[in-house]
């Protein structure tokens, strides 16, 4: 079974610093997908960034960027000039043809003015 | 307009009491899911539906039971509601397993999120 793991439960970012959330997973596909979902305490799930794994180009939008490095399955994500309003829980996730998405635990993001 | 909607967004129930959670999406996808996610914010699938059939069931308690009248609407019924039912549960929905290499690929709407407390 697929895992995924962030090994961060909480971090802390000063606005207009960057700060990176770490991800790694375990699986035997060599096709996969990997998401970050934002979770504000509105508790919406919004989608920020996807990588293809075929893909070797890191998906990049906006102030989000990733670090997908496929043989050491790690898929970072770096957010760029912070704001009060990227404070949030980070998800990870991994979804493969099976159809459906594994979650890490998450990361909770503060942001400090 | 709202991608995938579910209703209500906020519950408070008794014990023992029987409740649903309804969820629409008007993506055009035909496959649709419910999550859970505890008092601890972990995510986890519970089911996936494709063009109204079951695909995925983990290890959910029976008195849990999805409905999905067509590919748009997966329902979900609770039977004697318990307190370590009390999460939030999230409607999501994505194309189908074949049809995910393509376009926007792999990527899973959720709705908004029902919020169940359970008395």
């Known amino acids: 079974a697929q895992t995924v793991t962030q090994s961060q439960p909480e971090m802390s970012v000063q606005e207009a610093e960057t700060v990176t959330l770490s991800c790694t997973y375990d699986?035997?596909?060599?096709?996969?997908?990997l998401f970050w979902y934002k979770q504000p305490p509105s508790r919406q799930m919004i989608l920020v960034i996807r990588?293809?794994?075929?893909?070797?180009q890191n998906a990049t939008e906006n102030r989000f960027s990733v670090n997908f490095q496929k043989a050491a399955k790690s898929f970072s994500l770096k957010i760029s000039d912070s704001q009060l309003g990227d404070a949030a829980m980070y998800f990870c996730?991994?979804?493969?043809?099976?159809?459906?998405?594994?979650f890490g635990g998450g990361t909770r993001l503060m942001v400090k003015p | 307009d709202t991608a995938v909607s579910q209703t209500p967004k906020y519950l408070v129930t008794q014990m023992g009491n029987d409740k649903s959670i309804k969820c629409e999406q008007n993506?055009?996808?035909?496959?649709m899911y419910w999550y859970k996610q505890d008092s601890k914010k972990f995510l986890k699938i519970m089911f996936s539906?494709?063009?109204?059939?079951?695909?995925i069931n983990e290890t959910v308690p029976n008195r849990f039971s999805p409905k999905s009248p067509d590919k748009a609407h997966l329902n979900l019924h609770i039977n004697s509601l318990e307190l370590g039912d009390s999460a939030v549960y999230f409607c999501?929905?994505?194309?189908?397993?074949?049809?995910?290499?393509?376009?926007?690929?792999?990527?899973?709407?959720f709705g908004e999120g029902s919020w169940l407390t359970v008395v």
């Open positions: 539906y494709n063009n109204k059939e079951l695909i």
């Open positions: 993506l055009g996808h035909d496959t």
């Open positions: 996730a991994y979804n493969d043809a099976g159809n459906m998405l594994t």
């Open positions: 990588q293809e794994a075929y893909k070797q």
């Open positions: 699986t035997s596909e060599s096709d996969y997908y």
């Open positions: 999501a929905s994505s194309r189908p397993p074949g049809q995910q290499w393509t376009g926007s690929g792999n990527t899973i709407y």
